[in-house]
């Protein structure tokens, strides 16, 4: 109904044969899990009035293989689409601008190839593309201040990633296990990179360092 504008927690989890999902208009939230586990759903239709995604809201929804996130999209719980394998396509909303998302947003979505992050969006939630095995390009905006951990960990396909110059600082194993990541040249405005921040790249041959950097 037209009246409605929010889907509560859990609402359709594990609904198997739901196949299409088309919101109405007014919606502004999605609960946590509200159509996790749904394997069957291939086609979803997100309002452009929509705020707010819960927790692993579609987690697990393996069928699904694109999705327009409106760009009014303010807050994106933990795990929201963990493990939509066959997820190729998604955008990042612009509407991100403060770090309202949390950990593991496209976690193990393992056919997304590639992800522009718009301009204005200073950070990273923690785990954003972690696990995400073919995952060739990113495109960081000017904006970024920092990677935070695990933003990359096991991206075995990532083989560059340009840094803007006004990042500062690189989390705990943001980068580790990016076997793929031939050449790296580090912003100079960096001032710390953590532990374990690039172990396991084993297919980096050439690294270019910042002057000043305090905590390398």
Do not use: H, W
């Amino acid at each position: 109904p037209a009246t409605l504008v929010t889907i509560g927690s859990s609402a359709f989890r594990d609904c198997t044969g739901l196949t299409t999902v088309n919101l109405p208009g007014n919606v502004t939230s999605i609960g946590e899990y509200a159509f996790s586990g749904c394997v069957g759903l291939t086609a979803l239709d997100l309002p452009g009035a929509l705020l707010s995604m819960g927790s692993s809201a579609f987690s697990g929804c393996t069928g699904l293989t694109e999705v327009e996130l409106p760009d009014g999209v303010e807050s994106l719980g933990s795990y929201v689409f963990q493990n939509c394998t066959s997820l190729s396509r998604v955008n990042y909303p612009r509407g991100l601008k403060k770090v309202n998302a949390s950990g593991g947003v496209f976690a193990g979505c393992v056919k997304l190839t590639e992800m522009e992050v718009p301009e204005g969006i200073t950070a990273l939630p923690e785990d954003v593309f972690r696990g995400c095995d073919e995952l060739q390009t990113v495109v960081l905006p000017s904006t970024l201040t920092g990677i935070s951990e695990y933003a990359f960990y096991d991206c075995e396909k990532l083989s560059a990633v340009s840094l803007p110059e006004g990042i500062t600082s690189i989390g705990i194993n943001a980068f580790s296990g990016c076997v793929g990541l031939r050449e790296l040249v580090l912003p100079n405005g960096l001032v710390s990179i953590e532990n374990s921040a690039f172990s396991g790249c084993a297919g980096l041959t050439e690294l270019t360092l910042p002057e000043g950097g305090e905590g390398i």
